[in-house]
């Protein structure tokens, strides 16, 4: 069995205080790797501790590295050591997670058609690429499991998609059903300070974000390079119509 961690970038919201772009970003690991993958990040946790000080119990949030807001044991740390930080998990999560996959949907809600619902676009997206992955490649069965408390939309969609998922077709008619039925239950939540694979997706939703949407301010730390260090690990080939595979529609 696999399982997916996911977080997201941005928000759902259309208008002028909303975010420009609904970033969502899935880690796969098998259940298999689990226990090496956690022994990896526990290790990567206390070098974090004895080179920057900062205690294995405080969540990694990569936004607040930048901008400290809520965390004030990062307010204890230099901020260009905590952009080291965020380097350095950047770095580490291919060399710890070496036989999982990332997937990767942005929206850019300056493209997408007037209507169209943000978060039901992100996560179907999302849920089809991982079920497509646990299909034709696993051949196994998955869950997923989200930042935070279950949401009560994605379930609803989620359970939809398991009855009624159109998918578009070359052939007549123009698109059939192709039901996620491969990924099981409704979809779990956790809370990121209880949970490293959750604060690694964190890491890896923020760095897209930062490649996608550069901020003048911060180009002289180089975030908008930090994601193209996680290329090995990125599931390509769930779009064939980008070069590291992000779904953009």
């Known amino acids: 069995m696999y399982i997916m961690y996911v977080d997201e970038s941005g928000d759902t919201g259309i208008s002028p205080h909303s975010s420009k772009h609904f970033i969502l970003s899935g880690l796969v690991i098998n259940q ?15 070098s974090i501790k004895d080179t920057y000080g900062l205690n294995q119990r405080t969540e990694i949030h990569a936004k ?6 809520k965390l004030m044991e990062y307010k204890k ?29 942005c929206i850019d809600k300056e493209t997408i058609a007037t209507g169209r619902d943000v978060f039901e676009l992100g996560w179907g997206r999302m849920l089809q690429r991982y079920d497509t992955f646990l299909k034709k490649d696993a051949k196994d069965k998955g869950v997923v499991i ?11 969609l989620h359970r939809k998609m398991r009855v009624y998922n159109p998918v578009p077709s070359r052939i007549t008619p123009p698109s059939h059903n192709v039901p996620i039925d491969n990924v099981l239950e409704d979809v779990f939540g956790r809370e990121s300070h209880h949970s490293y694979f959750i604060q690694t997706v964190d890491v890896i939703a923020y760095t897209l974000f930062r490649k996608e949407f550069i901020k ?26 980008d070069p590291q595979g992000i779904v953009r529609q």
């Open 32 to 46: 298999n790797d689990w226990d090496k993958f956690l022994a990896r990040l526990k290790a990567f946790r206390k």
């Open 64 to 69: 607040e590295l930048l901008r400290v807001e």
């Open 77 to 105: 740390i230099a901020k260009k050591d905590r952009v080291k930080i965020l380097k350095d998990y950047t770095s580490q999560i291919p060399l710890i997670f070496d036989t999982a996959f990332i997937i990767n949907v």
């Open 146 to 156: 989200v930042d935070g408390i279950s949401n009560i939309k994605l379930m609803t």
């Open 216 to 241: 003048g301010s911060l180009k002289k730390y180089g975030l908008e390079f930090l994601f193209d260090k996680l290329d090995t690990i990125l599931l390509k080939k769930a779009s064939n119509a």
